[in-house]
T-cell receptor, first 112, second 112 residues
Framework: DSGVTQTPKHLITATGQRVTLRCSPR?????VYWYQQSLDQGLQFLIQ???????AKGNILERFSAQQFPDLHSELNLSSLELGDSALYFC???????????FGPGTRLLVL | AQSVSQHNHHVILSEAASLELGCNYS??????LFWYVQYPGQHLQLLLK??????LVKGIKGFEAEFIKSKFSFNLRKPSVQWSDTAEYFC??????????FGKGNQVVVIP
């Protein structure tokens, strides 16, 4: 158990819908990262937050957005969902940017 | 874009055999290097990491990795595998802006 928690574990929804994935970092970690793992693309970095502010953006679609709240938990919002958005979404956290990232159990999203 | 290459996506070997997984990256600047493992149905766990110093790094569960700067490589090794080492192994490189770039992974199956 890494100390990073993610909810829900599984999510099944339909195309065109919007979902919110939640992540709570390890106690004391200020930085949160979101990754998408799919069969064809592998593990891709989406976005990073540090102490509430966006720090870096990766291959994140415009339909996706995220935020980090004052209590340091983070939410990833996925809208206008497409079949191709089906994937495992991981959250990771680190004490500060640049330190070792510890991963949560992931949220498996299935878009039908 | 920075890239991380892992070859031989599927590896099948018998217990007690030696394992070596290759990892090559494209970034020429200062990098931090990681190997993560994902056991079936579980989240990513850190096996070992290299930030600086001795290029031969020892991790958990008997794994080690060697950083060879001239070859842009960070190969993972274990002298004698066990059935419980069946998992997917990911090499990751952290570069400049703190994001991790992952390889496609090696699916390792150890036959008892």
């Amino acid at each position: 158990d890494s100390g990073v928690t993610q909810t829900p574990k599984h999510l099944i929804t339909a195309t065109g819908q919007r979902v919110t994935l939640r992540c709570s970092p390890r106690s004391g970690d200020l930085s949160v990262y979101w990754y998408q793992q799919s069969l064809d693309q592998g593990l891709q970095f989406l976005i990073q937050y540090y102490n509430g502010e966006e720090r870096a953006k990766g291959n994140i679609l415009e339909r996706f957005s995220a935020q980090q709240f004052p209590d340091l938990h983070s939410e990833l919002n996925l809208s206008s969902l497409e079949l191709g958005d089906s994937a495992l979404y991981f959250c990771a956290s680190s004490v500060v940017p640049g330190e070792t990232q510890y991963f949560g159990p992931g949220t498996r999203l299935l878009v039908l | 874009a920075q890239s991380v290459s892992q070859h031989n996506h599927h590896v099948i070997l018998s217990e007690a055999a030696s394992l070596e997984l290759g990892c090559n990256y494209s970034y020429g600047g200062t990098v931090n290097l990681f190997w993560y493992v994902q056991y079936p149905g579980q989240h990513l766990q850190l096996l070992l990491k290299y930030f600086s110093g001795d290029p031969l790094v020892k991790g958990i569960k008997g794994f080690e990795a060697e950083f060879i700067k001239s070859k842009f490589s960070f190969n993972l090794r274990k002298p004698s595998v066990q059935w419980s080492d069946t998992a997917e192994y990911f090499c990751a490189v952290k570069y400049g802006n703190n994001r991790l770039a992952f390889g496609k992974g090696n699916q390792v199956v150890v036959i008892p």
